[in-house]
């Protein structure tokens, strides 16, 4: 009786398509959620609601929609979800899934300065030229044969926020990093399965033996032992008040506030936004180049128009700073690889922090609330054939780079991405380098899928290219 309660919706709750009894619509989520979400939409209006064994979820769908609750009302969205998951692995603290409030609110605070101190501007544009050139040698060695990039971006990608994290870069042997990082991102893709729907929804299947949450958390126990070892060595010869990095930053917070006994600054909740950032900075901005790889070799046309601004504008000399406003035409690959790819389809899950009105519906206070950032990309009132791949729509009729209003892939609001200038920064960087000096190509006879590997982010399915030295 009590499952049968927790389904009935709220009065005035968006209404969806009929929930199973126990499991609600979780099976519905199987494959392609964000596809299927958008279907939903077009038959219960673009904020619908489902259940998910018991938890009551507001979906919004398209522009309009995300804008008026994430934008308009942007606190009351601003919350994440208390779900047993997020709790078992996170306490619901660290700086991406923690709860909005104070604790979000320093950490927040605390990243978003070090991303402005350690991450920005000219001095993490060098950077980010240097690891292009360790990139670009690493694919050299494979001279021109067939080879899957995926680790190799990772390393590259990965060691931007290092140099934020940890003051240095990990070399591309270092196979303990390495694990780190491939059973972390193993997480990022469990965290959207059906697995994880049903342990949020029956939190007893923690004492089932078997099960893929159990991966989960064992990959988790094992990350944060590792991020626990690292943390320790890199603070080592730290100098209270001169912070060589984010870990001494945190570690100068804790101290300052060991006497405060409200603060969220914590030994715990370091190696969690630790861990956040790495997982944050990495999958998303990998993802993206790998599609952006494919996407370049599937389409030869396109590659060499890239190719033609790039030689036009630095005429054989590494990328600058500025450079990114004269190069149009690269921007717009970009964007419409961020576009039609939708790296983060669903986003991050929010929830309401207080009760909220939108559009004569009422949403109760701590709703699991998930934006569909994909049906902003494939809107049809902003975009039109939004299946096909076409850089155009960002350009006017002078080849001068236009914007898009219904353009969400960093979504928007309170808890919008923090690393979103740094992404930019690293996906032009690494793209241009890496097609200023090759050519990309599939091996002979091979056809790449087009059709995504499905997790809370979308990545290309593996596959080989072949990075031909170009003459220029
Ligand atoms: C949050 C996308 C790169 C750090 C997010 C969210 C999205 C997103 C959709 C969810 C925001 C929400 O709740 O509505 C992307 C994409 C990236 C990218 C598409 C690259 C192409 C990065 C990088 C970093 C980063 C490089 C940092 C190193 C974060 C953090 C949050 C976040 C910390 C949580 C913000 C909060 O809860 O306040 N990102 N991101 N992201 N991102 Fe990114």
Same mark, same amino acid.
């Given at each position: 009786?009590?499952?049968?309660?927790?389904?009935?919706?709220?009065?005035?709750?968006?209404?969806?398509?009929?929930? #199973?009894?126990?499991?609600?619509?979780?099976?519905?989520?199987?494959?392609?959620?964000?596809?299927?979400?958008?279907?939903?939409?077009?038959?219960?209006?673009?904020?619908?609601?489902?259940?998910?064994?018991?938890?009551?979820?507001?979906?919004?769908?398209?522009?309009?929609?995300?804008?008026? $609750? #994430?934008?308009?009302?942007?606190?009351?969205?601003?919350?994440?979800?208390?779900?047993?998951?997020?709790?078992?692995?996170?306490?619901?603290?660290?700086?991406?899934?923690?709860?909005?409030?104070?604790?979000?609110?320093?950490?927040?605070?605390?990243?978003? !300065?070090?991303?402005?101190?350690?991450?920005?501007?000219?001095? @993490?544009?060098?950077?980010?030229?240097?690891?292009?050139?360790?990139?670009?040698?690493?694919?050299?060695?494979?001279?021109?044969?067939?080879?899957?990039?995926?680790?190799?971006?990772?390393?590259?990608?990965?060691?931007?926020?290092? &140099?934020?994290?940890?003051?240095?870069?990990?070399?591309?042997?270092?196979?303990?990093?390495?694990?780190?990082?491939?059973?972390?991102?193993?997480?990022?893709? #469990?965290?959207?399965?059906?697995?994880?729907?049903?342990?949020?929804?029956?939190?007893?299947?923690?004492?089932?033996?078997?099960?893929?949450?159990? !991966?989960?958390?064992? !990959?988790?126990?094992?990350?944060?032992?590792?991020?626990?070892?690292?943390?320790?060595?890199?603070?080592?010869?730290?100098?209270?008040?001169?912070?060589? &990095?984010?870990?001494?930053?945190?570690?100068?917070?804790?101290?300052?506030?060991?006497?405060?006994?409200?603060?969220?600054?914590?030994?715990?909740?370091?190696?969690?936004?630790?861990?956040?950032?790495?997982?944050?900075?990495?999958?998303?901005?990998?993802?993206?180049?790998?599609?952006?790889?494919?996407?370049?070799?599937?389409?030869?046309?396109?590659?060499?128009?890239?190719?033609?601004?790039?030689? $036009?504008?630095?005429?054989?000399?590494?990328?600058?700073?500025?450079?990114?406003?004269? @190069?149009?035409?690269?921007?717009?690959?970009?964007?419409?690889?961020?576009?039609? $790819?939708?790296?983060?389809?669903?986003?991050?899950?929010?929830?309401?922090?207080?009760?909220?009105?939108?559009?004569?519906?009422?949403?109760?206070?701590?709703? @699991?609330?998930?934006?569909?950032?994909?049906?902003? &990309?494939?809107?049809?009132?902003?975009?039109?054939?939004?299946?096909?791949? $076409?850089?155009?729509?960002?350009?006017?009729?002078?080849?001068?780079?236009?914007?898009?209003?219904?353009?969400?892939?960093?979504?928007?609001?309170?808890? &919008?991405?923090?690393?979103?200038?740094?992404?930019?920064?690293?996906?032009?960087?690494?793209?241009?380098?890496?097609?200023?000096?090759?050519?990309?190509?599939?091996?002979?006879?091979?056809?790449?899928?087009?059709?995504?590997?499905?997790?809370?982010?979308?990545?290309?399915?593996?596959?080989?290219?072949?990075?031909?030295?170009?003459?220029?």
């Amino acid at each position: 009786i009590r499952q049968l309660l927790k389904q009935r919706r709220p009065r005035g709750f968006p209404p969806g398509p009929t929930p #199973l009894p126990i499991i609600g619509n979780i099976l519905s989520l199987a494959t392609e959620p964000h596809v299927y979400m958008k279907r939903q939409s077009e038959i219960h209006g673009q904020i619908f609601s489902l259940d998910l064994g018991g938890i009551s979820t507001v979906v919004l769908n398209g522009y309009d929609a995300i804008k008026e $609750c #994430l934008y308009y009302q942007s606190e009351v969205f601003a919350d994440r979800p208390s779900l047993p998951l997020f709790q078992k692995m996170t306490k619901m603290g660290g700086l991406l899934n923690c709860k909005y409030g104070r604790s979000w609110i320093e950490h927040h605070k605390l990243a978003v !300065n070090c991303f402005r101190y350690f991450g920005s501007g000219q001095r @993490m544009f060098e950077r980010i030229s240097e690891e292009s050139l360790f990139f670009l040698d690493a694919i050299e060695k494979h001279r021109g044969k067939p080879f899957n990039p995926k680790h190799l971006v990772t390393n590259a990608v990965s060691n931007i926020t290092n &140099h934020i994290i940890f003051g240095q870069r990990f070399s591309y042997d270092d196979s303990d990093f390495q694990h780190m990082i491939e059973i972390f991102s193993e997480n990022v893709e #469990l965290a959207a399965s059906g697995w994880a729907f049903m342990y949020n929804a029956f939190p007893w299947m923690e004492y089932l033996p078997f099960g893929k949450h159990q !991966n989960l958390f064992r !990959n988790a126990n094992e990350v944060y032992n590792f991020l626990l070892q690292i943390i320790k060595r890199f603070s080592q010869e730290r100098v209270t008040q001169s912070p060589r &990095h984010y870990i001494d930053a945190y570690l100068d917070e804790v101290e300052q506030s060991a006497t405060d006994t409200a603060t969220s600054f914590s030994q715990d909740n370091l190696i969690f936004s630790v861990g956040e950032l790495i997982i944050a900075g990495t999958e998303t901005t990998t993802n993206c180049l790998r599609w952006a790889m494919l996407y370049m070799a599937l389409y030869p046309r396109i590659q060499e128009k890239v190719q033609t601004e790039i030689d $036009c504008v630095l005429n054989g000399r590494p990328p600058a700073f500025e450079d990114r406003q004269r @190069m149009p035409y690269v921007e717009a690959v970009l964007h419409e690889i961020l576009r039609l $790819c939708n790296i983060v389809p669903l986003g991050i899950f929010r929830a309401t922090s207080q009760d909220a009105v939108v559009r004569d519906f009422t949403i109760p206070k701590g709703t @699991m609330v998930i934006t569909n950032l994909y049906s902003v &990309h494939f809107d049809e009132k902003y975009w039109s054939d939004p299946s096909i791949f $076409c850089p155009e729509r960002f350009l006017d009729n002078n080849g001068r780079f236009v914007r898009h209003e219904a353009f969400l892939p960093f979504s928007i609001g309170k808890r &919008h991405c923090l690393g979103e200038q740094l992404a930019r920064l690293e996906m032009f960087s690494f793209f241009t380098t890496l097609l200023q000096r090759f050519h990309l190509q599939f091996p002979e006879g091979f056809i790449p899928s087009l059709s995504p590997k499905l997790g809370m982010t979308l990545q290309p399915r593996p596959y080989s290219i072949c990075a031909i030295r170009r003459q220029q």
